[in-house]
């Protein structure tokens, strides 16, 4: 019985010890995954007002590791003017309606530059079902909004008349001169 015991044991320390081997396997690779799309997580606790956001998001927003604030007052001063109140409405909407939220804005960050991110998130209640925090991630998305304005850049400028249609067949991005043909206007 005592050798049974002792096996039992040696056995659940194995097995504990592969587990924290794939919990810190499994942790590296999701560090990795997200530098490498140049993404951060973020955590919102609403009962206390506070954001944690990881190293990777504190650089994308251009924070020092460590440094940001921690308060969702210093995460709402890094939105964009023009997009804050889209945003804050976006993150009150998805609370109200107890749903996870996305969201593309623009944050300007300490030393002036603007710079375009994606930000998902999802909802956890607490144990009365009522709102709790929200987890996320956040991508910098800059270079794809930049290539989309030049795209629509080069439609405009374009010598003939240009129609995109999604997969749903609903234009999406017309030019002028197209309206000129069709005679609708864009948002017609």
């Known amino acids: ?10 056995a659940a320390r194995h097995d504990a010890e592969r587990a924290r ?3 810190e396997t499994a942790t590296e690779q999701l560090r990795v995954a997200l ?3 140049r993404m951060g997580t973020w955590e919102y606790t609403m009962r206390t007002g506070t954001v944690k956001w990881s190293p990777g998001l504190e650089a ?17 001063n890094e939105i964009h ?7 804050l409405q976006a993150i009150g909407q998805a609370v109200k309606e107890r749903r996870d ?10 030393d002036g530059s603007v710079r375009w ?10 144990d009365a079902q009522q709102p709790d925090r929200m987890v996320g991630v956040c991508a910098d998305v800059t270079e794809r909004k930049q290539a989309e304005e030049r795209f629509r850049m080069a439609v405009e400028a374009a010598p003939a008349a240009m129609i995109m249609i999604d997969e749903r067949g609903t234009i999406v991005l017309i030019n002028a ?5 069709l005679g609708y206007s864009r948002h017609e």
């Open 35 to 37: 530098e490498a799309g």
């Open 177 to 181: 001169l197209t309206e000129q043909l």
């Open 60 to 76: 994308i927003h251009g924070f020092a590791p460590g440094s940001f604030p921690g308060t969702f007052e210093a995460f709402r």
């Open 1 to 10: 019985e005592h050798a049974a015991l002792l096996e039992r044991d040696r």
């Open 21 to 23: 081997r794939e919990a």
């Open 81 to 87: 003017p023009a997009d804050r109140n889209h945003v």
């Open 101 to 110: 939220h996305h969201v593309e804005y623009r944050i300007v960050r300490a």
């Open 117 to 126: 991110v994606e930000g998902r998130g999802q909802l956890f209640l607490d």
